[in-house]
């Protein structure tokens, strides 16, 4: 038996996240470099003429973060041709090995033959396991999304991890799914990252500005909203959904609220560690305006959760359709971000005077 270190990712809305942020939020150096990052927001831009889902994520680059993005972690992909020229024996016999080598194991297979997954024996689905430990020929540890789409930890065996691989390797072989990979992730022992005051100053005034720096030398944001402008945007989606706009494809209206609520979230958990470790001074009313600013997200979240409950045909709360959705959505979209624009001014006026103190 072995169990890598693992831990409760701060951040679940997207497996990127979910699974890079739980190996590095088991080790606690790692927290400086987290609340150092994850500040911007980003949304596609010209959803409504490219008839698209509005796709709302944290911004750090326009990189995959699964290929290298994330400083503390070593990384190896492979893709079903190598795992064939190798002539891999079974996906469950290289998990074990790899674990014993320290890494983890991000496994690129079909969840419709993982007995957690909401698609088990139902349809199709490549998607991205994460394993962290095994019983030698019995099951290995993992992390993902379970049958009611909650986050977590669960077992799986190894004649269940072989069906699924056997079965996406086949999926990609014939075309009908796109090549993601399987990742190996390992810590990396020998890096370290001090807690930047100036990296977080500069993001905030890129998030007012609704623009950004990071990675222009490789990317071109324009195509991109960013920022304080993700309110238009999704006020702008929701107006879309309420009208039921047939150029809207895709929709995940829930993910979105989910993420934004993440990104408060991580914004009010920021402060907090900013307060203990020192790096700012006189924070308590500007974690008391964060957490109000993540409070309102968490409503309309669940507001909207509930409504989507209450349409499903086994759902007993069909009575608890959510009256005026919209307006609520939208009436708390329009003060969340009046609110935080005026806590990320004082914010960013607070670190420069702390930065000014520090360097007199």
């Not at 020229?85 to 297979?109: H, I, K, N, Q, T």
């Not at 020192?278 to 309309?300: F, K, N, Q, Y």
Request: charged letters at 25%; a negative charge.
């Amino acid at each position: 038996m072995i169990q890598l270190p693992i831990g409760k990712p701060p951040i679940v809305g997207l497996l990127r996240w979910a699974h890079t942020l739980g190996i590095t939020s088991a080790y606690s150096h790692t927290l400086p470099w987290f609340y150092s990052n994850f500040i911007q927001l980003s949304g596609n831009r010209h959803f409504i003429e490219n008839g698209e889902e509005f796709f709302l994520d944290f911004y750090r680059g326009g990189r995959k973060e699964f290929d290298g993005n994330n400083p503390f972690l070593l990384y190896r992909k492979l893709g079903v041709d190598v795992f064939g020229m190798l002539g891999l024996r079974s996906m469950s016999a290289f998990c074990a090995e790899a674990l014993e080598a320290g890494y983890y194991p991000d496994v690129f297979l079909d969840e419709q033959w993982i007995p957690q997954s909401h698609a088990f024996e139902s349809y199709r689905l490549p998607h991205h396991l994460l394993i962290y430990g095994y019983d030698y020929g019995k099951h290995f540890y993992c992390q993902g999304f379970d049958k009611r789409g909650i986050y977590g930890d669960y077992k799986v065996s190894f004649d269940d991890l072989d069906r699924a691989y056997s079965s996406v390797a086949e999926l990609v072989r014939t075309g009908e799914a796109g090549e993601q990979g399987t990742f190996l992730f390992k810590l990396d022992p020998d890096y370290e990252y001090r807690f930047d005051r100036c990296a977080v100053i500069g993001q905030l005034k890129d998030y007012l500005r609704g623009d950004t720096e990071e990675n222009r030398i490789n990317r071109n944001p324009g195509k991109d909203v960013l920022g304080i402008e993700v309110y238009d945007s999704l006020l702008l989606y929701f107006d879309c959904v309420r009208r039921e706009d047939p150029r809207l494809k895709g929709r995940a209206d829930i993910r979105q609220l989910h993420l934004l609520w993440e990104h408060k979230k991580t914004m009010a958990d920021r402060l907090i560690y900013m307060k203990r470790e020192g790096h700012l001074a006189g924070a308590d009313e500007l974690i008391a305006s964060s957490r109000s600013v993540a409070r309102m997200a968490m409503t309309i979240r669940n507001l909207y959760l509930r409504d989507a409950m209450a349409q499903t045909e086994s759902s007993p709360f069909a009575a608890a359709r959510v009256r005026n959705l919209f307006d609520l959505v939208e009436h708390h979209l329009l003060a969340m971000k009046e609110a935080e624009t005026d806590l990320i001014r004082k914010l960013i006026k607070s670190l420069e005077q702390s930065s000014g103190n520090l360097t007199a």
